[in-house]
């Protein structure tokens, strides 16, 4: 596994020490391309004339929140939302929502729980470091898109004792019952969608509903009991038309990695 931590010292953007291509040549043109694809949401197919809606507010949703550049306000990366742990500072999302091949880690991001028509009601948590597995960081190799997302405390408080956190539910099987939340870039509030999980293969799989454009990359697939089995990104790194999202399916792939981030 491989986790990659800002600096102590964050007075400057940091970016990832492999060069970024000459067209990229400053930080926030290199920060705009990452959000560019981190930011494709999901996908198409046959979504059964289903289609997400506002989310109403809930306590329970506001564990899910935007990654956005330095402030609520900034631009937009993905969803991501929070998951319980000994620290109690962890998020997970999708590993091409903070990691990019051709530009590294994602700096200076920002998750806002709740978030809704600019109101922040428990504020920003900055990130503080993202755990990949390698072949993400080396391949960007589909079966691994998934990322743990370590937040820094606010007022002396970590982010899950603010809003609280989803288990991790992993080796479930498909055909479970889910909702996926997450929030689009072109709207401030978040939708959400409830359906049944597919096999996509062995090793991912989909979910058919209509609404999941850019910046919903991330959002949790939550069971009935509130387990988070999934995050929109995977097969195409989460669709490629709004109307079926793909995840990869949460194993032991994903238990090991949750394992060394909240080592």
Known sequence: MNERARPEDD?????????????????TAAMAALLLAAAI???????????????????????????????????????????????????VTAAHCVQNRRIGLLDGLVFTPGYRNGSSPYGSWPVKSVTVDPRWSAGADPEYDVAFVTVGPRDGRQVEDAVGGNPLGTDQGFGLAVSVTGYPNEGDEPITCSGVTASQSPTQERFDCAGYTDGTSGSPWLTTNGRVIGVIGGYQEGGETPGTSYSITFDERVTELFQQAAA
Do not use: F, H, I, K
Not at 64 to 90: D, E, I, K, Y
């Open 41 to 91: 949401a999901c996908g198409g197919g046959q979504d059964g004339g289903r289609t997400a809606a506002v989310a109403p507010q809930n306590p329970a949703w506001d564990r899910v929140g935007t990654l956005a550049v330095r402030t609520p306000q900034g631009p937009r990366a993905c969803t991501a939302s929070v998951v319980q742990s000994p620290r109690r500072n962890l998020l």
């Open 11 to 27: 007075t400057e953007p940091w970016m990832p020490s492999r060069p970024a291509p000459s067209a990229r040549a400053g930080r």
